[in-house]
């Protein structure tokens, strides 16, 4: 068994605090406004924002959102596919970035959240994270 460096710790405090900030502050009151927009028809003020920025099916894009902020935070938290759900919430970030700066709001939060994405999908998990015991596993 490969011998756990400070690096492999970092990447896990880094994955642990990120999600668990995201998922808390944001990603699970978006997931119930998303799942009662979606399941149960109700009105859901992120939509029109969405609609604002220009994205094609607004509905859809307000939904992906919110499950990248919760099911992806939760996702990166525990180490499966830390770079495909960093990636994601990059992509998302950077619109949120770029939205709060068009409307003159304050940015350091989007900006805080895409800088510690960029950081997970450029270095990945660690080996402390569910998808190295997989591999492990196999």
Known sequence: MKRLTHIDWGLLIL?????????VLHGHA???RAYA????GQPWSFVPIVAKLGFPMP?????????SESIGAVLIGLGIYTRAGAAMMALNMTVA?????HKGDPYELPALYLLGALTLVMLGSGDIAVDRLWQRQR
């Open 15 to 23: 994955r642990a605090g990120y999600a668990t900030l995201l998922f």
């Open 37 to 40: 927009y979606a399941v149960h």
């Open 59 to 67: 509905g859809l894009f307000a939904v992906m959102s919110a499950a």
């Open 30 to 32: 978006r997931l119930i």
């Open 97 to 101: 970035l770029y939205s709060e700066v």
